[in-house]
């Protein structure tokens, strides 16, 4: 499920979402045309110098070319399998040089290998059967464009890696998948046969004009869904919440701008904590999820007022910060917080008994 789903469906407020999206090692999903780096010897060094590549060039692809469509997937109904199975004798019979590449097990095999045999489309389909993680690369290599027919899908990590491979993606438009990768990289269709078949004619039609520059794409994504790069977000996130950063450094807004949103006020800017409103909230949620969330919400609520009565917060002791041992200090400052903090407790408990 995608941020705007997530947005609508939940009745929330678009900043209190941050999608972190998954790393992708792009090293691991490289093009065949894009070139490695080469660490070579300096004579008047000892280390070993590596020298930047030149840009990757551009593959042409002629009017009788072959072009190869892969398929990497689970074939399973929710993967877009019998989509798939329909799509494919249309696409080949408009497309004479164009092969397709299929890897995936599942129930729905046995449906694809029988449509094959039924069109008699074997030497123009290759069943390779399932594949291993680290052999997907090689598999997608071989290919120019991944089509992607999945009727669910949260995020779609192996679309990345078909785009950081090089290859121009065709797929459906749901879930968060349009939210994964850039328009120049990707092509959408609607989950139905019609619009895969006319999504994936254009995207052959495009590669036969060269107006797709996919040896681009792999430095792109390797920019995009670094690991560093899904860190710093994560941190950044984390920060937010834990108040490191403000609520205008968070979202980008100043607090005084007209029609600002924040994750506790409205646009109206009043904030409102109170149990009705959130109720309100989450019955809009759903027919049936609006009122299931509202009785754990209540039954949530009734709890925490028995165990306020039954353990007032005001007999619950504070954890206190741990003392920071500032940088440089010495051992002797060290001792000196936690006496610092040891008289600390006992003033505290001292203060508990005479009340």
């Known amino acids: ?26 090293d691991n999903f490289r093009p065949l045309s894009h070139p490695h780096q080469n660490a070579t010897m300096d004579p008047s060094s000892s280390s070993p110098t590596t020298l930047n590549p030149a840009p ?27 989509l798939l199975i329909a799509a494919i004798p249309r696409i080949l019979a408009s497309h004479p040089n164009v092969r397709f590449i299929i890897a995936g097990s599942g129930p729905k095999a046995i449906d694809l290998e029988q449509m094959l045999e039924r069109r008699v489309l074997q030497d123009r389909v290759e069943m390779l059967g399932p594949v291993r993680h680290e052999e997907v690369r090689d598999v997608m290599v071989r290919g120019h464009i991944y089509l992607h027919p999945s009727l669910t899908e949260a995020f779609g990590t192996v679309i990345v890696e078909a785009a950081s491979c090089g290859l121009y993606v065709v797929c459906t438009r749901v879930g ?30 495009a590669l036969r004009a060269n107006r797709v520059r996919t040896e681009r794409f792999h430095d792109q994504v390797k ?9 710093r977000r994560t941190e950044r996130v984390y920060d937010g919440i834990s108040g490191v950063l403000s609520e205008e450094e968070f979202y980008g807004y100043h607090s005084g701008g007209a029609g600002a949103w924040s994750a506790t006020r409205g646009r109206a800017g009043v904030q409102s904590f109170a149990l009705i409103d959130r109720l309100k909230r989450y019955y809009g949620c759903g027919i049936w999820a609006g009122k299931l969330f509202c009785l754990c919400v209540v039954v949530d609520f009734l709890l925490f007022v028995f165990l306020e009565l039954w ?28 006496d610092t903090l040891g008289s600390r407790k006992r003033k505290e408990k001292e203060k508990r008994r005479e009340m």
């Open 311 to 338: 353990a007032p917060r005001a007999n619950i002791d504070i954890a206190r910060d741990w003392p920071k041992k500032s940088v440089g200090s010495r051992g002797g400052d060290e001792a000196k917080d936690g």
């Open 56 to 82: 990757p060039q551009p593959h042409h692809l002629g009017p009788h070319d072959t072009i190869t469509i892969v398929v990497i997937s689970r074939l399973f109904y929710n993967k877009g399998t019998d």
């Open 223 to 231: 920019m995009m869904y670094s690991w560093t790069d899904v860190a």
């Open 176 to 205: 968060g998948i349009p939210e994964v990768l850039p328009g120049h990289m990707t092509i959408f269709a609607r989950p139905e046969e019609d619009d895969l078949v006319v999504a994936t004619g254009k995207a052959i039609a």
């Open 1 to 26: 499920m995608g941020k705007e789903n997530t947005v609508l469906r939940a009745s929330l407020d678009p900043l209190m979402v941050s999608v972190i999206p998954n790393a992708v090692v792009a």
